[in-house]
Structure formats: structure tokens, C-alpha cells
Nanobody
């Protein structure tokens, strides 16, 4: 399984960014996919996840209502639309794949495969 994340950048508070994660060797019927983020000096934290089949999407409380995770079956890609961004959203964002669980876990140790990360910086 290989994951390629893209779409990070610098944006002002209140702005939007769209992250993408292209998955190879893993389809939506065989993998749960998650987005995590890690800010400097902090632990990696769950942001959003999509289950096998893409029927269940979960969000961290800190992003619910502002971030939207979706999938593109034709391209085997998931997206994370991030709106109303805040400075505290600044972090490196990672996509990850879990081949053992139907639902996307919120614990990073349960994921087997990770993308390279993409930097998101929100200025105040």
C-alpha cells in the first residue's frame, strides 16, 4: 500500500484548503482510511476517517463542522476539505490506511501504512 498526500500550504485564518490522498494497493472496499495531524511538540492526533465502503465518516470534535472528508472512487483518492481554518489547525497532515478494521480507528498505532505528510500553516 502506498499513500501520496498533497494539497497543503499557507492560508490565512478563516480560509480553506483541500488535501488529497491517492491510495495504491488499497481500495475503499479493503481499507479504512484516516487523516491525522501532528503539530510541533504535540502527539499525532486523529482528524477524520472513512470506513471500508466509505459509508461511515468520523471526525474529531475539534474539526467537526469545518472539515469534510470525501472519496473519489474513480481515482481511489480521498479528500479532506478544510474550511474556516484556525491557527491551531497548523500541523503536518498525514493520511493513513488500516487493512484490519472495518471502521477507521482513532488511534494512530492501528494504522499500517502512512503517507509522507503535507504541511498546513494557518496564519492569524
Amino acid at each position: 500500500v502506498q499513500l501520496q498526500a498533497s494539497g497543503g500550504g499557507l492560508v490565512q485564518a478563516g480560509g480553506s484548503l483541500r488535501l488529497s490522498c491517492a491510495a495504491s494497493g488499497c481500495t475503499f472496499s479493503t481499507c479504512a482510511l484516516g487523516w491525522f495531524r501532528q503539530a510541533p511538540g504535540k502527539e499525532r492526533e486523529f482528524v477524520a476517517g472513512i470506513s471500508w465502503g466509505g459509508t461511515i465518516i468520523s471526525y474529531a470534535d475539534s474539526v467537526r463542522g469545518r472539515f469534510t472528508m470525501s472519496r473519489d472512487d474513480a481515482k481511489n483518492t480521498v479528500h479532506l476539505q478544510m474550511d474556516s481554518l484556525k491557527p491551531e489547525d497548523t500541523a503536518v497532515y498525514y493520511c493513513a490506511a488500516d487493512v484490519d478494521d472495518t471502521y477507521a480507528p482513532k488511534q494512530s498505532y492501528q494504522y499500517h501504512h502512512w503517507g509522507q505528510g503535507t504541511q498546513v500553516t494557518v496564519s492569524s
